[in-house]
């Protein structure tokens, strides 16, 4: 970046930053914004702007916008791997499979070993049809981090839609043992449980009676 308006642009990041750490999500976008218009032509400035505008409009939960601007970023860097991650994420929250798939196998693509973005391409996997794979990607991704509430709760579901109550219930277990606070760990317990007393249920009734 050009060292005459190195001090500036720096300025007007710490500025951006400082709205994000104070939900002030506006006005950051609208210093990203104003990055983009005044520093169209500094590459990397335009990259990190749209990057930071996809992140932060991934958290508002507009992903329309959050798509675009993560697409922009990535144009200005098809290799970067945490790009790839947050537009499969996008895709995955809209549940848009095939997408997800194609842009979190880039991101494990770049690193391999990384938890996150094989938690992301194997709830993908798994919701997109290949359960198996799926499931394998989902296992790899907790024996890297396996006190990782999201990855076990992540493995729970998963158990639970293929009806396979027991490990659903060890993987919930699990989540809670590490971190009995957490709320969506709680809901999902709640769910395999409802969800065993439905099937046995519906498993008990006579062959021909209505359901």
């Known amino acids: ?21 104070a939900g002030n999500f506006d006005l950051a976008i609208e210093t990203y914004r104003y990055i983009l218009i005044r520093y169209d032509e500094t590459p990397i400035a335009v990259e990190r702007a749209n990057a930071n505008l996809g992140d932060i409009y991934v958290s508002l939960g507009k992903l329309g916008s959050a798509e675009y601007y ?6 200005c ?5 945490d790009y790839h991650y947050l537009l499969g994420f996008v895709y995955s929250k809209q549940s848009h499979w095939n997408k997800a798939i194609f842009e979190l196998q880039k991101a494990v693509g770049v690193e391999a070993d990384n938890p996150e973005y094989l938690r992301g391409l194997g709830w993908a996997l798994f919701n997109g049809g290949y359960k198996s794979r799926g499931l394998e990607h989902l296992h790899k991704a907790n024996e890297f981090r396996s006190n ?6 992540d493995l729970a579901n998963a158990y639970m ?13 699990n989540a809670w043992l590490a971190d009995p606070e957490n709320q969506l760990t709680q809901e999902v317990i709640e769910k395999i449980k409802n969800f065993r ?7 008990a009734l006579p062959e021909g009676r209505p359901r």
Do not use: C
């Open 1 to 21: 970046m050009d060292e005459d308006i190195q001090p500036e642009i720096d300025t007007i990041w710490n500025e951006a930053k400082s709205h994000i750490e």
């Open 197 to 203: 007393n439905y099937s046995n249920k519906a498993r």
């Open 148 to 153: 990782d509430v999201h990855t076990l709760l």
């Open 77 to 81: 860097d098809p290799g970067k791997s």
């Open 161 to 173: 839609m293929i009806f396979d109550f027991d490990k659903a219930t060890l993987y919930a277990d």
């Open 70 to 75: 993560i697409k922009k970023a990535i144009k």
